[in-house]
């Protein structure tokens, strides 16, 4: 099973941003990636928990923002293009999921700052 770590992050609004993540094992050893399907989402977060489940704002999955890197040494990237957070300011939780040969684990959470830019 992978391991999932807190990754936070901070931008402008309109901004692109990516996330390069390496998923690893409990162990800390690189999870091959090779069958693995993944779905990243942000959501508004609020003062005391994230949203609801389903109530994302924005997901990305494979070949729609989820980029394979590197499926052996555990290698993927998030992409936000700026069309994503042009109209966003505040706080977001993020979280992305594997699943992988019907295991499904959580490999990466935290929170997203974004502020609202001027140009």
Known sequence: MALGTQNDATLHSGDTLTLEVTVNDSSGSAVDLTAATFTWAMSKKSSSAVAP????????????????????????DITLDPADTESLAGTYYHELQMTDTGVVSTVLYGTVIIKKDLI
Do not use: P
């Open 53 to 76: 489940r389903g109530a994302a704002l924005l997901t990305k999955a494979l070949a729609s923002g989820v980029t394979l890197i590197d499926a052996a040494t555990g290698r993927i």
